[in-house]
Nanobody, 123 residues
Framework: EVQLVEAGGGLVQNGGSLRLSCAASGFTFSNYAMSWVRQAPGKAFERVSTINSGGESTNYADSVKGRFTISRDNAKNTLYLQMNSLRLEDTAVYYC????????????????RGQGTQVTVSS
């Protein structure tokens, strides 16, 4: 059974930083691209960032480029998202998501998502 468990969310001031983590189990983590997606209140899901299975390639939404960094530790089956210079509009529930396709390349469609962790940025 695929399990994705996010942690690290919380309340942070505008301009602050947080580091999210996602512990993965139930599949061969190193074979799949992984993504962080988020959903703000009343809004659609937004893909934030994606990393390929080996960690060599990454992609970011324009809204977070230069502020967020995605990374992974395949030995620990863990995905990370370092978020710096947080803004009010980054407030959302953040989810890690597993690519639907086993591939060494960036893949954006996902088939499993964790339960999410709340990130709230205050002024």
């Amino acid at each position: 059974e695929v399990q994705l468990v996010e942690a690290g969310g919380g309340l942070v001031q505008n301009g602050g930083s947080l580091r999210l983590s996602c512990a993965a189990s139930g599949f061969t983590f190193s074979n799949y691209a992984m993504s962080w997606v988020r959903q703000a209140p009343g809004k659609a899901f937004e893909r934030v960032s994606t990393i390929n299975s080996g960690g060599e390639s990454t992609n970011y939404a324009d809204s977070v480029k230069g502020r967020f960094t995605i990374s992974r530790d395949n030995a620990k089956n863990t995905l990370y998202l370092q978020m710096n210079s947080l803004r009010l509009e980054d407030t959302a529930v953040y989810y890690c998501a597993k690519s639907a396709v086993r591939s060494p390349y960036l893949r954006y469609n996902y088939d499993y998502r964790g339960q999410g962790t709340q990130v709230t940025v205050s002024s």
